[in-house]
T-cell receptor
Framework: KAGVTQTPRYLIKTRGQQVTLSCSPI?????VSWYQQTPGQGLQFLFEYFSETQRNKGNFPGRFSGRQFSNSRSEMNVSTLELGDSALYLCASSLGQGFSYSYEQYFGPGTRLTVT | AQTVTQSQPEMSVQEAETVTLSCTYDTSESDYYLFWYKQPPSRQMILVIR??????QNATENRFSVNFQKAAKSFSLKISDSQLGDAAMYFCAYRSVGGSEKLVFGKGTKLTVNP
């Protein structure tokens, strides 16, 4: 079974631009979560989608948004990029059946975003 | 809100030796999940081991085991017979029981394995 894929793997953008990152979960997984990883702040939760609905959102400004499609693929968008948005953005997928047995999340390789 | 603390930014171990990574957490919830994730350099994050809070028995996965002390809110990872491939960042993570999949991570411990 193919793992979680993220595209693109690397991205360089200029301040003020916007960017869209994509995540394809493992086949059959309905939940997708996004995390931002930086040396200073570590791993921080951005948001989570389940069956096309945002189920939870972290403490990030409104410039960060996301969505999930009917095939469970997810995208996140960052508008008006700032230097501080430079980070590794990780996507994780899981079956997403709540508090049952399906609590394991599988991570993608990440998208390395550099804002100059 | 839940918090996870890893007090050891860096650790080192000799190949074939045993090392223990520390993790403490703060929560008011009685049921939850705890995880250790491994992130090798430039490689993706993988799940090492998980523990359900309602289970008293400590989880074990081959050379990896945990010491779960619920009352002390402590969740340490023991790696036995360390191998060069164990070198990585290790993250402790907390997840509530319920609908959300949100993980709360510690800052991580960088493990170096010396030959």
């Amino acid at each position: 079974k193919a793992g979680v894929t993220q595209t693109p793997r690397y991205l360089i953008k200029t301040r003020g631009q916007q960017v869209t990152l994509s995540c394809s979960p493992i086949s059959g997984h309905r939940s997708v979560s996004w995390y931002q990883q930086t040396p200073g702040q570590g791993l921080q939760f951005l948001f989570e989608y389940f069956s096309e609905t945002q189920r939870n959102k972290g403490n990030f400004p409104g410039r960060f948004s996301g969505r999930q499609f009917s095939n469970s693929r997810s995208e996140m968008n960052v508008s008006t990029l700032e230097l501080g948005d430079s980070a590794l953005y990780l996507c994780a997928s899981s079956l997403g059946q709540g508090f049952s047995y399906s609590y394991e999340q599988y991570f993608g390789p990440g998208t390395r975003l550099t804002v100059t | 809100a839940q918090t996870v603390t890893q007090s050891q930014p860096e650790m080192s171990v000799q190949e074939a030796e045993t090392v223990t990574l520390s993790c403490t957490y703060d929560t008011s919830e009685s049921d939850y999940y705890l995880f250790w994730y491994k992130q090798p350099p430039s490689r993706q994050m993988i799940l090492v081991i998980r523990q359900e809070a309602y289970k008293q028995q400590n989880a074990t996965e081959n050379r990896f085991s945990v010491n779960f002390q619920k009352a002390a809110k402590s969740f340490s990872l023991k790696i036995s017979d360390s191998q060069l491939g164990d070198a990585a960042m290790y993250f402790c993570a907390y997840r509530s029981v319920g609908g959300s999949e949100k993980l709360v991570f510690g800052k991580g411990t960088k493990l170096t394995v010396n030959p």
